[in-house]
């Protein structure tokens, strides 16, 4: 299922960068819209077109989402938190898994 697993960290700011050969492999660019949902040990990011009732984020051009606020205290994510990030190309998204919190 799940591939390419580098490791990573969020911002005080919610923001967090998904690697540069996990965004080329999904075809995720600046402007694009991430559907974010709450998984049991983390999250899981999948690029959107329509509109949703989900909690999403704006893409930048290097590769920054903004974890909103609401997951990230329903989680109990901070800057401590640490992630890995890794590509589920069956399911098209990125997968974070919190490694500790």
Known sequence: MCQSK???RIRKSGHLTIPKS?????????GDVLMIMERPLGLLMKQIEEEHVFNESIV?????VNIP?????NLNINEET???VMLDEENSAVVLEIING
């Not at 996990?22 to 600046?30: G, P, S, V």
């Not at 606020?69 to 205290?73: A, G, L, N, P």
């Open 6 to 8: 580098e490791f990573r």
């Open 22 to 30: 996990i965004r080329e492999q999904l075809q995720i660019t600046d």
């Open 60 to 64: 930048s051009n290097n590769g920054k």
């Open 69 to 73: 606020i609401e997951i990230r205290r």
């Open 82 to 84: 640490h992630f890995s």
